[in-house]
């Protein structure tokens, strides 16, 4: 049955091009385009990469912070929580578990949850042309953490700020092992204008973005 | 999907009456059209994006069978299944397997236009499931009973007022028994019952703006973040999708991309590109356990055959209609189609039957500014006109446009006859006329004067006054 519509469709899409068959030449050219895949035209960076990242994610509204090292996260995110007798409560990429988390703060080292005040997680590559950050899902990097939270801390190496998407795909390729499973490029708050075309921050995901750009 | 585009005509004639409707359209004028513009001016590099856009789609296109046999062995390489229907009958009855199988009951929807136009949502009703729109503009319309309006923002027809009635009346058993009129609060409401839905759903359904042969990845892109929970937190991700959104590469998509953000909504980019490739990867504290892709034909191959082909290339922007004179003066509702505007026009006939959208490819005067603005030039005018053409061709035109253009066309050939008769029109339509300058009433035309005057002309005929200016020096 699957395979008898599959072999249907198949057949009307190859009948609709002329039943033509390739030549051996012409399917390598094809698998070539699909293994080195070209880089077409791209918008111009007006400024460095970095620089540029950042202008474009403030104009997204995303708040920008920049730290020396990841030493300098924890006091960093405490700045962002409501001030005691408030008991931390938050959730953190199982990639960011390293860095010395005060231990009466409540923290979930997982999957976000219903209701989730704010979540830190740590993002593969910047990308300048846009503002956007890139997020990959892996055991240590939930993607749920990503869209659940009120506050989403994304933390972001210096480094990683690449000039256009192309050149994130690229490092997502270089990394070798599988693709992974999500993708998150994310560039501000979650948005709508679907009542009477007034835009409302919050829709269903975070009210606000805040990057900590990592200088080491 | 819903067709009766048999009625355009009468549901036209009263559009331009219902002043709501046009405020709400008014807004895309202004905005839209814009913002638009603003971020195109922007962008010097942004014609030969267009070219670059549309080279991509012509590829794929011409080879659209090695892509999606790509597409498909990547998928399945990394855990996922794909399934073929050749009509929206099969498509529906694939989700429909899917959801027994896995014992379903809850289905929360990412925005999927091709679920619109293969009636899904009916199909899982009628077979008792809760069916939860989780885009907010998609969920407005599915709680109003009615179908969107535009295919970016569904609900631009909508007064504020309406919708704080529609949740007033809805939304007292989530617990908000107050009326509130507010865009953030209306908002915050969906949010706080979306948040629900999206843990208890079993089957999360998505469309996909493009799939990547490449890595076998679907793409969404949201401002709002609906269809990314959708698809990440149901045991089940279904994504339904043309056969033409596949893509070959990572970086064809981007320059799609680039091209829909600023056609649609005059942005560079939105707040979320989501990529789903697969189910969930061993170790991973969350994503769906099945990933299914459901890729539909539904009249697309014969598009593929011939002259429309390029319509195959259609990216879903909207920027078409937002620019469509017709559009703006009618509403997206008129159309009775899940595409309505030009692209609508087009594609509605071919995945409909001819009969059943007959007007729709009348409903257009070749004005040209859809064919500019389209991100991936389409020839949207070429194409109406070559509707029109075939219907003639297949007697679907009867009756007096029948009689009418037959009598013109034979006139018009016959260039001596041609210029005696408008002389002789002119001047019958000049005495009509002849006390106030209109005409308020022309035989054979009631229906159209019963809305407007027609001017009487002015001058002489044009092969007159054509004439007249040869000879000027
Ligand atoms: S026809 Fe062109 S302008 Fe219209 S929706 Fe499709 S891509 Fe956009």
């Known amino acids: 049955m699957t395979e008898a519509r599959r072999d249907t469709v198949l057949a009307r899409i190859r009948a609709a091009l002329g039943d033509r068959h390739r030549t051996r030449d012409e399917l390598a050219t094809l698998d070539r385009r699909l293994n080195a895949p070209p880089v077409g035209v791209r918008p111009k960076l007006h400024d460095d990469p970095l620089s540029q990242f950042i202008t474009k994610a403030q104009a997204n509204l995303c708040t920008v912070e920049r730290i020396a090292s990841l030493q300098m996260l924890v006091p960093a995110i405490l700045r962002l929580l409501p001030p005691p007798p408030q008991k931390p409560d938050i959730s953190v990429a199982p990639a960011l578990a390293h860095l010395g988390w005060p231990a009466d703060w409540s923290i979930n080292f997982g999957a976000g949850r219903r209701t989730e005040p704010l979540s830190v997680t740590l993002a593969v590559a910047g990308i300048a042309e846009t503002g956007s950050v890139v997020l990959r899902s892996a055991p240590a990097s939930p993607t749920t953490l990503n869209f659940l939270p009120d506050m989403h801390v994304v933390v972001l190496r210096a480094d990683d700020v690449v000039a256009h998407t192309e050149d994130a795909w690229a490092r997502l390729r270089a990394e070798g092992g599988d693709w992974p499973r999500t993708v998150n490029i994310i560039a501000g708050p979650s948005r709508t204008a679907d009542v009477g075309g007034i835009i409302v921050r919050p829709a269903h995901g975070p009210k606000s973005v805040h990057l900590v750009l990592c200088d080491s | ?473």
Not at chain 2, 322 to 345: E, I, Q, R
């Open chain 2, 1 to 473: 999907m819903l067709v009766n585009g048999k009625d355009f005509s009468s549901r036209a004639s009263k559009a331009p009456a219902d002043a709501g409707l046009q405020q709400q359209v008014s807004n895309l004028k202004t905005g839209f059209v814009a913002a638009r513009a603003r971020a195109v001016a922007a962008l010097p590099e942004y014609e030969a994006m267009r070219d670059a856009g549309a080279a991509i789609k012509d590829h794929t296109l011409a080879n659209l069978d090695f892509y999606l046999e790509r597409f498909e062995r990547a998928v399945v390489d990394r855990g996922g299944h794909v399934h073929w229907a050749a009509d929206a009958e099969e498509a529906c009855r694939i989700v429909r397997e899917i959801c027994t199988r896995t014992g379903a009951r809850t289905v929360t929807k990412g925005k999927s236009m091709v679920s619109e136009e293969i009636g899904l949502n009916e199909a899982l009703e009628a077979d008792g499931l809760d069916v939860v729109e989780t885009d907010a503009g998609e969920y407005i319309v599915q709680l109003a009973k009615e179908a969107p309006s535009h295919i970016v923002m569904p609900t631009v027809h909508k007064t504020t007022n309406e919708i704080s009635d529609l949740f007033f009346e809805h939304h007292r058993r989530h617990g908000f028994s107050e009326r509130v009129t507010d865009a953030a609060e209306l908002i915050a409401q969906v949010r706080s019952v979306m948040r629900e839905k999206y843990f208890s759903a079993d089957i999360g359904i998505t469309g996909a703006n493009f799939l990547v042969a490449e890595t076998g990845s679907n793409i969404i892109v949201t401002n709002e973040g609906n269809g990314d929970l959708t698809c990440t937190l149901a045991r089940v991700h279904i994504v339904t999708a043309g056969i033409e959104k596949v893509v070959p590469t990572l970086n064809d998509a981007s320059v799609l991309l680039r091209l829909l953000a600023r056609s649609a909504l005059g942005i560079e980019t939105t707040s979320y590109t989501t990529l789903s490739t697969g189910p969930r990867r061993p170790g991973d504290a969350d994503g769906p356990e099945e990933y299914h892709v459901v890729l539909v034909d539904n009249g697309r191959t014969k598009m593929l055959s011939g002259a429309f082909r390029p319509m195959l290339r259609c990216i879903r922007c909207g920027a078409c209609m937002n620019h469509c004179p017709v559009y703006l003066a009618v509403g997206g509702h008129t159309y009775a189609s899940v595409y309505p505007g030009p692209m609508g026009a087009v594609l509605t006939p071919m995945i409909a039957r001819h009969e059943a959208a007959n007007e729709l490819p009348h409903a257009c005067t070749l004005n040209g500014r859809c064919q500019q603005v389209c991100p991936v030039k389409i020839p949207l005018p070429d194409l109406l006109r070559r509707l029109r053409h075939e219907q003639w061709e297949d007697g679907f035109i009867k009756g007096r446009s029948r009689w009418g253009l037959g009598v013109w066309s034979w006139l018009a050939t016959r260039p001596a006859l041609y210029r005696v008769a408008t002389r002789l029109g002119v001047q019958v339509l000049r005495w009509l006329g002849r006390s106030r300058g209109r005409i308020g009433h022309l035989p054979l035309a009631g229906e159209w004067t019963a809305g407007r005057d027609l001017p009487a002309p002015q001058g002489t005929t044009f092969h007159a006054a054509w004439a007249k200016r040869k000879r000027q020096p």
